[in-house]
């Protein structure tokens, strides 16, 4: 694979398009290799990634489930403003901390969280032709479970995705710690999504060498109009990112206290000394993920109560969490389970 990586530079825009896919195409055939298993024919039973995908349009069939909407209304507020709406009433938004979805079960949260994503790739395919989706690790991937099932395994146009990391770890694609295994394994694996169309970094390249790969290929990417272009900060800007949270308020690979945080020039960067194993990492910057035109952060659990409650909380502190740093330029979307906000 680093070969692809050494030539790209000097090729056309036309080869880099080949790049890409050939890139991610021999990465599925390696880890097919490593996983005894044949990388050519989609089954939910298997491992490898389809190479072909048919177009399955239907008109998608939602399923909503009764949960409160609390709504966040300013940063700067001097009491409590969480409004508990029920299902069917309107939600009000608020730019700085967005809107908070809060579910009675991380059951009902997963429910809820295959429709919001349903709903956004049958407005990005008809009005772009493509959906661009970017997904963290952890639990995140876990509550993606419901968009395999019907009635959206059978609705979703699956060949328009096109799915990329926030973050990754640099080891090999069939390492237990690796973001690609587990969300292929999960997820990938069981929709009939393109290989071509799936952004893995390349993990035969040093922290560096990865970091510049994937820079290089996202810019391929807005080039030829797969992955929008921010208008106010030239930055990528994704259709959908849809990103769980750390105990300790981090998200990607962007840690609290870490210079990372206020990196503002690069697209993707990496990080050799990661707070939390293993140490070396690639991550988007917040310019890309605050370019984004939806944002999705997934929190469940009681383990993470106290920094929701700092995060959505009256308090003011100064010392902001990365998660508190995510403000995109559309919609952001807090869904919790009623565990993850015990604590508002």
């Known amino acids: ?62 399923c909503s489930r009764s949960h409160r909407r609390i709504s966040v209304l300013s940063r700067n507020s001097s009491r409590s403003q969480f409004r508990i709406k029920s299902s069917m009433a309107e939600t009000v938004t ?77 080891v090999p694609k069939d390492h237990p710690d ?35 790969d994937y820079e290089t290929c996202l810019r391929h990417l807005v080039k030829s109009k797969i992955v929008d272009i921010s208008e106010a ?15 300790d308020g981090h998200v990607a690979s962007l840690f609290p206290g870490h210079p990372l945080v206020h990196e503002k020039e690069k697209w993707v960067t990496f990080i050799k000394e990661s707070p939390k194993p293993p140490p070396e990492r690639i991550t988007f910057t917040f310019p890309v993920i605050n370019s984004s035109a939806n944002i999705a952060l997934v929190v469940a659990g009681a383990g993470k109560a106290d920094v929701v409650h700092k995060s959505l909380g009256d308090g003011e502190s100064s010392d902001l969490l990365p998660v508190q740093m995510v403000s995109p330029e559309g919609e952001l979307v807090w869904f919790l389970d009623k565990a993850a906000a015990s604590k508002l």
Request: proline content about 5%; overall charge positive.
């Open 1 to 62: 694979m680093s070969r692809y990586s050494s030539t790209l530079a000097n090729k056309s825009s036309s080869t880099l398009s080949s790049f890409c896919a050939l890139r991610l195409a021999s990465s599925s055939r390696a880890l097919a290799a490593n996983l005894r298993i044949s990388p050519t024919q989609f089954s939910p039973l298997r491992r490898s990634l389809p190479l072909t995908s048919a177009y399955i349009i239907g008109k998608p069939l939602f």
């Open 233 to 247: 900060t030239g930055f990528p800007k994704f259709d959908v990112m849809l990103l769980g949270m750390g105990p």
């Open 178 to 212: 690796s973001n690609y295994l587990l969300a292929y394994d999960a997820f990938l694996s069981k929709i009939p999504i393109p290989s071509g169309n799936v952004y893995a970094i390349n993990d035969a390249l040093s922290a560096e060498g990865a970091t510049d």
């Open 94 to 170: 608020g730019k700085s901390k967005g809107k908070v979805e809060v579910f009675d079960t991380e059951e009902e949260l997963a429910v809820s969280l295959a429709k919001y994503t349903a709903d956004l790739s049958e407005k990005f395919c008809k009005e772009r032709g493509s959906f661009s989706v970017v997904v963290s690790g952890g639990s995140l991937i876990k509550s993606l479970r419901k968009l395999v099932e019907p009635p959206y395994i059978d609705s979703i146009d699956w060949s328009k995705w096109h799915v990329f990391w926030v973050d990754e770890r640099v």
